[in-house]
């Protein structure tokens, strides 16, 4: 019963996972003949959170037939493997889209603005300085500089010449060169990038500017220069669902610690309680979360976990001892749960050797800290709960009954007796089971190895957590 619920409750998350649009929707505004503002800001080309939700919108935007699309910029950069592809859903949009330098857009920053078909320049922005580095600020091994550089270079030409931006200005911007080179009116000195001010970017040549259509002084500039109406302007915002799902996603291991602690609480009570609802809970709204926020969690690693628990369920019920199922099942699971923490786009740059970050250890520091939190958190749960939770008298009469007699108000103080008591198993004990101990029968935990009917038993501890008891041996 309860590993059909787990299947259950993790299938849910990720089915109303499976497309964003199925909630919060309806409190979107139609972009249909609507201009479409999507703002990039400081940091927001540095998670994957970002990513996912402009790949919704813009999937919206040419659905629902948007008018135009302005990329309103301002940032230094950020993912380059994320912006390669997101440069790819903007290059295929369908939809008229323009670039506003608000004021700078550099790195990766600038190879959204080439995606798009033109591009305007708030006076004094910057635009350029496209180099591949790790985020880290360091240098990248020669061979893997050159890698890179020719796997995006070629991808940028491709968008470049589609769009009618200049290659030259392209490949100054990314790639370094041991000469210097001249471009337009600006030159490029050996070993530096290219880095375009305003001024220098709308400079006009024989065949048109240099990169950008102009300056503008704001928005209204744009939508004036592209004959756009100002009342047509909506901004792109993540609907209440989508940043529930990122909040939930922050606060993962507060879900683990929950989820954890459920479960042993469900370990330790006969039947199924509360302690297993709160286990579901906890770890599908988890799974759903961080699948919403953009992270790896998906069918697969749901899978994982799931196998994890039938595994350790299998050690407990049916094989004694703790062994190689219970090793693997535990492994799964912590496996399963870091991964689906980790930004999916922080993954995918470490096809490449770690362009765009330090190594892999990097990508995983904030899963690893909330797994911690979870682990030792649900540790200090459940001493607190072995501490206190036995005191309450809701717990111990309601929840957690110690004998199927019906009792007299001393049953604590009967059941507080019970440790170093022997009896017998009046059913088998896997681990849970019922036993005849000092004349009456109770609901016990067989600790260690499982007990057959019959064996004989002995209280090793009773609380309002229930009655342990271990196999008299010989």
């Known amino acids: 019963m309860k590993a059909i619920l787990f299947f259950l409750l ?13 909630f919060g929707r309806s409190d979107e ?23 996912k939700f402009w790949e919704r919108i813009l999937e919206r935007a040419k659905e629902e037939g948007a008018k135009g699309i302005i990329f309103d910029l301002n940032t230094p950069g950020g993912l380059a493997f994320p912006t390669k592809e997101l440069m790819t859903k903007i290059s295929e949009v369908g939809i008229p889209t323009v670039s506003f330098v608000n004021p700078d857009a550099i790195s990766a920053g600038s190879f959204i603005a080439v995606s798009t078909d033109r591009i305007y320049m708030k006076p004094g922005g910057l ?18 500089r050159a890698k890179l550089e020719s796997y995006f270079g070629a991808h940028l030409r491709y968008i470049a010449e589609k769009k009618g931006h200049r290659l030259e200005v392209i490949e100054a911007m990314m790639v370094l060169s041991d ?43 744009v939508l004036k220069m592209e004959g756009w109406d100002q009342d047509e302007l909506v901004t792109a915002e993540p609907t209440g669902f989508e940043k529930l799902a990122w909040w939930i996603a922050s606060y993962s291991g507060i879900l683990i610690m929950i989820g954890l602690g459920g479960g042993y609480f469900e370990l330790k009570t006969p039947g199924f309680g509360i302690g297993g609802i709160v286990c579901l809970s906890a770890f ?79 990508a995983f520091e904030r899963p690893a800290l909330n797994l911690a939190l979870g682990i030792f958190g649900s540790l200090a749960f459940l001493f607190a709960m072995l501490k206190f939770l036995p005191q309450l008298k809701f717990i111990e009469n309601t929840m957690l009954p110690g004998s199927l007699a019906r009792g ?67």
């Open 408 to 474: 007299n108000g001393s049953e604590d103080q009967s059941k507080a007796k019970l440790v170093g008591v022997s009896g017998v198993a009046t059913t088998n004990l896997r681990p849970n089971g019922k036993a005849e101990i000092d004349g009456k029968v109770f609901e016990v935990l067989a600790e260690g190895e499982f007990v057959d009917k019959g064996e004989a038993i002995r209280v090793v501890s009773s609380d309002g957590m229930g009655v342990a008891v271990k196999r008299i041996e010989g």
């Open 179 to 221: 000469e210097d080179r001249q471009i337009g009116d600006v030159t490029v000195k050996a070993g530096e990038l290219l880095n375009l001010n305003s001024i220098d970017a709308t400079k006009m040549l024989d065949d048109g500017p240099l990169l950008a259509e102009a300056e503008v002084e704001d928005l209204e500039g």
């Open 10 to 22: 993790a299938g849910l998350g990720l089915v109303f996972g499976q497309d964003q649009r199925v």
């Open 127 to 144: 635009i350029g300085s496209s180099g591949i580095v790790n985020s880290m600020g360091t240098e990248i091994d020669p061979v893997m």
């Open 29 to 51: 505004v139609s972009l249909s003949g609507k201009i479409l503002r999507i703002e990039v800001g400081e940091n927001d080309l540095t998670n994957g959170q970002s990513f």
């Open 284 to 362: 599908g709204i988890f799974f759903f979360g961080n699948y919403m926020a953009g992270n790896m969690a998906g069918y697969e690693l749901a899978a994982l976990f799931i196998l994890g628990i039938i595994l350790i369920a299998v050690e407990a019920f049916v094989i004694p001892g703790f062994g190689v199922a219970g090793i693997t099942g535990f492994l799964l699971i912590i496996g399963a749960l870091a991964f689906s923490m980790l930004d999916g786009m922080e993954w995918q740059k470490y096809q490449w050797g770690g362009a765009d970050g330090g190594d892999l250890m990097d």
